[in-house]
């Protein structure tokens, strides 16, 4: 691996902290989403459960809960004191699109590496020919003499863009999986806001027709 490391050239330093980098991005988004995954659900058909009951206790439970995004969600609009049905949206929507928008912490980094990865490979790819043609004489090519050490000069080479595609693509592989997840989340947001604005609308009413 060492031999490897260094007949890939220099780019191979920038190469090695582009990976370091996404794989500690891609660690804390796998944590991340191990975290919320196991109580999402739970918690948010806990929340609708007591709302149907009392929006009041459903607020406090949401308020407990808020250390996972659905129950900041949730806890957004029931947050507020006696809310028309169109503010009480307004904030569902508003708190969906911020939680949403945290989801998608490190993505540009995971992006940046996909991206930039195999463009320094090529680059070292590029250099390292250069370097082994320039070392190189026609009358050389013609005798044959330095066949081997060109040919071998040229596989070095290849080093930098192979580190660079595999760099990418296990990046992406791990970018491709958040955002069908953070697509997930949205659809979730989506069912169970629209369960809650149904429960408080009919709160609501029922309090506009008390005399």
């Not at 920038?14 to 370091?20: H, N, T």
């Not at 439970?61 to 006696?82: D, H, N, T, W």
């Not at 760099?167 to 947001?189: E, G, P």
């Amino acid at each position: 691996m060492i031999e490897l490391f260094k007949a890939g050239g220099w780019v191979m330093y920038p190469l090695a902290l582009m990976s370091v980098f996404a794989f500690a991005g891609i660690m804390e988004r796998l944590i991340f989403w191990f975290g919320i995954l196991r109580l999402e659900q739970k918690t948010a058909e806990n929340i609708l459960a007591i709302a149907r009951q009392d929006l009041k206790l459903a607020a406090q439970v949401a308020e407990q809960s808020v250390k996972v995004p659905i129950g900041r969600f949730l806890y957004a609009p029931l947050a507020l004191e006696s809310p028309e049905p169109d503010l009480f949206r307004l904030a569902l929507e508003s708190s969906a699109d911020e939680e949403l928008a945290e989801m998608l912490k490190g993505e540009k980094l995971l992006e940046s590496t996909i991206t930039i990865a195999p463009l320094f490979g090529l680059l070292g790819t590029i250099t390292g020919l250069l370097v082994s043609f320039s070392s190189l004489k026609i009358g050389d090519v013609a005798a044959n003499s330095k066949s081997g050490s060109l040919t071998q000069g040229i596989g070095e080479a290849l080093i930098a863009t192979a580190t660079g595609l595999i760099i990418a693509v296990f990046t992406s592989i791990f970018h491709r999986l958040f955002l069908a997840l953070q697509d997930q989340q949205a659809k979730l947001f989506n069912r169970f806001g629209n369960q809650l604005e149904l429960i408080y609308r009919q709160h609501w009413q029922r309090i506009q027709s008390r005399p």
